[in-house]
């Protein structure tokens, strides 16, 4: 466990206050919120744009943190038995101390990035890789500069594999960052797509930012990489260690044809790992596209040494979801709420899902943000293809207006489109017209506030139609 020592020699910083405390003495957890901290934790007093950590520093010690990171002493002096260690700034002491505990552990580190489907890849991979191996992975979606560390810092001796998410595309050299305090052995690209082009400008350098994971693998490390993406497969040319294709080519290592999704039920595929192939290989994960996860997952599982059989059976097994959630909603409907953000790509996935699904498919879609100059554009794809599968749809905020738009165009009948200035709009209509076998869709950028529309159209406690 780490120590006050451990956290001052990895900062470099000044240790101020340190009555009737034992240097050595391990710490508990690392919080940066004082409302989870525990007896006997570090707090790391970060700076924010709405609220600085700094002023939390009394909660903190009332809830029994025994050591605080900071950058500016307080007013009042440091109880006997909390240590302040003082450093320039907490954001980067945080990240040399994530640095210097990663150093410490002995887990292989599995670095995940790609524009779409980085949580959906991390947590099945953790899930087929714990069949084998003690295996951490970061939680929720801690993958920038602040989450990284603190995945980092909650590694175990014990833990031999840990699969972490690595987020950037807001700017250059920040996944190199990220890299540069997990040292991963292994990376894994899922794709390169719109998400957060607005600040990147174009997918060329989204790309080159998602290769940073892949130029900072070591040379006996490994790169998994998504053969179906062209900006993906450029890649290879920057790797300075082996790389290892999966995707629907057949000239990938890892492969699959034969994709069939049941809707809610899960995909069903062939399968093939190097010259091996396994038919009927069932997953309960939602649409098509979920089967790019699956093989990423079965290509690092197939390097680290599982047996093929025991990795298709840890994916049969997984727990249905992920982030999109199934729910009954009111008057009978099925919610399938995938809130948590948006972008072109995503979005063409969640209709794809829903276009495999029978009933009347009704679909509420909010603001995808962040796409810049490709803001009209990407909603009028999205627009065109709800069209295509939709029954109804709703959009909601001013950009969705360009999605309303080519629906119509479309073809899509007036009647079946409806644009709303505001999710609480959206929510009144809503529980008027859906009824009995709909399926509702719910996809927008967080903050759209769709996830609060999702819960309020859903059931609790009840039982899907």
Known sequence: MLTIRDIQVATGGNLVAVHAIDLDEQIGSVATDHRTVQPGDLFVALPGEQSDGHRYIPGAIENGARAILLSQLPEEPAPSGVAFVQVPGTVDALGQLGAYWRAKMPARVVGITGSVGKTSTKEVLAWVLSSAFVTHRSQKSHNNEIGLPLSLL?????????????????????????????????????NV????????????????????????????????????????????????CPVLWYGLDPDSRVSADEIVSDGLKGICFRLRIGGATYPNVKAPLLGRHSVHTVLATVAVAHAEGIADEQIIAAIRSLEPGLRLMVAPGVNGSTILDDTYNANPTSTLAALNLLADIEGRKVAVLGDMAELGDFAEEGHRRVGMRAAEVCDALHAVGPLSRHTAEAALQAGMPTSSVHVFASADEALIAL???????????????????????????????????
């Open 154 to 190: 909650s590694l175990r001796p014990e833990v031999q594999v840990a699969v972490l998410e690595m987020g950037g595309a807001y700017a250059m050299g920040e996944i190199e960052y990220l890299c540069s305090l997990a040292r991963p052995d292994i990376g894994v690209v899922t």
């Open 193 to 240: 797509g719109y998400a957060h082009i607005g600040r990147m400008g174009t997918l060329e350098r989204i790309a080159e930012t998602k290769s940073e994971l892949v130029r900072c693998l070591p040379g006996n490390g490994l790169a998994v990489l998504n053969r179906d993406d062209p900006h993906v497969r450029k890649m290879a040319d920057v790797a300075p």
């Open 431 to 465: 529980r008027q017209t859906l009824g009995q076998n709909d399926t509702v869709l719910l996809k927008g950028s967080r903050v759209m506030g769709l996830d609060k529309l999702a819960a309020a159209l859903s059931v609790p406690g009840g039982e899907h139609p």
